[in-house]
């Protein structure tokens, strides 16, 4: 059991003051309807070290003595003049802000007049990521795809002729090579070593999937693919017939 240390009556365990409710408010004031400490430190007013901003007093006696813009260490900077920022995302201060909306910007490619946040207009953006320059060149963007045995597949048909490949003991690589087509790339699904032929599966032809299937095979005329659709696969009883 624990006592009070002041009137000697009996308090909780869990106190650390070794006071009871009566004497720990005794130590309390009040003026002008606030609390404060017999000592006057809740009465002082407390200024950040960096902006005179006033604070709470616990933050300057056994805190940072900073406000909250200012807490954390390395806030930003402007591009233009090196003036320490309020907020952290900006990246000018007003002063530069009001500076670059009097100055006119224009396009490296074309001369045309944009806005100061940019390089470039819409249509010189456009063409400058076409082909090689664009950052999604060679790479295959699909829904979400679907693992089997440690493979990531796009859809859940290649899934299902991965797994009739398996059954009927047949060698397959997915999406084992690359074609190099200039302005982009083509990937085939499947690739059967024992045949040497490539099997792609489509369920949908897009008009530019389309047409770059037609280009591919006019500019690899010796490599034999195979296009599967649905009937297809219905017919190889990999799908159901509704």
């Not at 059954?167 to 690589?173: S, T």
Request: with cysteine; charged share 30%.
């Amino acid at each position: 059991m624990k006592y009070c240390k002041i009137c000697g009556n009996i308090i909780s365990i869990r106190t650390k003051t070794y006071k009871c409710h009566s004497c720990a408010a005794k130590e309390f004031i009040k003026i002008k309807g606030s609390s404060g400490y017999i000592d006057g430190r809740t009465l002082k007013k407390y200024y950040c070290i960096i902006c005179n901003n006033q604070i709470n007093w616990q933050t300057y006696l056994y805190g940072t003595k900073k406000c909250r813009l200012h807490y954390k260490k390395g806030l930003p900077k402007c591009i233009d003049c090196g003036k320490e920022l309020s907020r952290y995302g900006a990246k000018r201060c007003k002063k530069c802000i009001g500076k670059t909306k009097k100055i006119n910007y224009y396009c490296k490619d074309c001369g045309k007049k944009i806005s100061w946040r940019k390089n470039r207009c819409r249509h010189c953006y456009i063409r400058f990521n076409k082909g090689k320059n664009n950052p999604m060149y060679g790479r295959v963007t699909h829904t979400k795809p679907i693992k089997y045995k440690d493979i990531f597949f796009h859809s859940s048909w290649e899934v299902k002729y991965a797994e009739y490949l398996d059954q009927h003991k047949n060698n397959w690589f997915y999406e084992y090579k690359t074609f190099n087509m200039g302005h982009t790339t083509y990937t085939p699904d499947f690739y059967l070593p024992e045949t040497n032929e490539y099997i792609e599966i489509k369920g949908y032809w897009r008009r530019d999937a389309l047409n770059k299937f037609f280009a591919f095979k006019l500019l690899y005329p010796e490599i034999k693919i195979k296009v599967l659709e649905k009937k297809d696969l219905e017919y190889l009883k990999i799908l159901k017939r509704r």
